[in-house]
C-alpha cells in the first residue's frame, strides 16, 4: 500500500507539473499572437508608407529641382542687377538651393523635417 500511495504522489506531481506547464502556454499564446499580428501591421504600414514616399517623390522632386534652377538663375541676377551684393543673392539662393531634394519615410512620417 505503501507503494501505492508514494507512486501516486510521484505522479500527482508529475501531473501537476504538467498542467501549470500548459497553463503557462495557453496564457502567453494570446501575448505571443499579439506580437506576431503587431509586426505584421508595422511591416504593412512600412511598405505604406514606402509607396507613399516614392509617389510622393514623383511629384517633389521635378518641382523642387525647377524651384532650384530658377532660384539659381534669378539670384543669378539679383547678384548682377545689384552691382555685386552677395547678400541679396544669397537670399534667393539658400532658401530656393538649399532643403531636401528627395523626401524620406522618416519625414513622411512625421519624425524628421
Not at 509607396?51 to 538663375?73: D, E, F, Q, R, S
Not at 552691382?83 to 537670399?91: C, S
Amino acid at each position: 500500500m505503501a507503494q501505492l500511495i508514494e507512486f501516486a504522489s510521484n505522479h500527482l506531481a508529475l501531473v501537476a507539473a504538467f498542467t501549470a506547464v500548459l497553463a503557462a502556454l495557453v496564457a502567453l499564446a494570446p501575448v505571443a499572437a499579439r506580437a506576431e499580428t503587431s509586426k505584421a501591421r508595422a511591416a504593412g504600414s512600412d511598405f505604406g508608407i514606402g509607396v507613399v514616399t516614392v509617389l510622393a517623390n514623383l511629384g517633389y522632386m521635378p518641382v523642387k529641382i525647377v524651384y532650384g534652377v530658377l532660384g539659381g538663375v534669378t539670384g543669378g541676377f539679383a547678384y548682377v542687377l545689384t552691382g555685386a551684393n552677395r547678400h541679396v543673392a544669397d537670399e534667393i539662393w539658400v532658401p530656393a538651393l538649399g532643403g531636401d531634394y528627395v523626401l524620406t519615410t522618416e519625414m513622411m512620417k512625421g519624425r524628421q523635417k
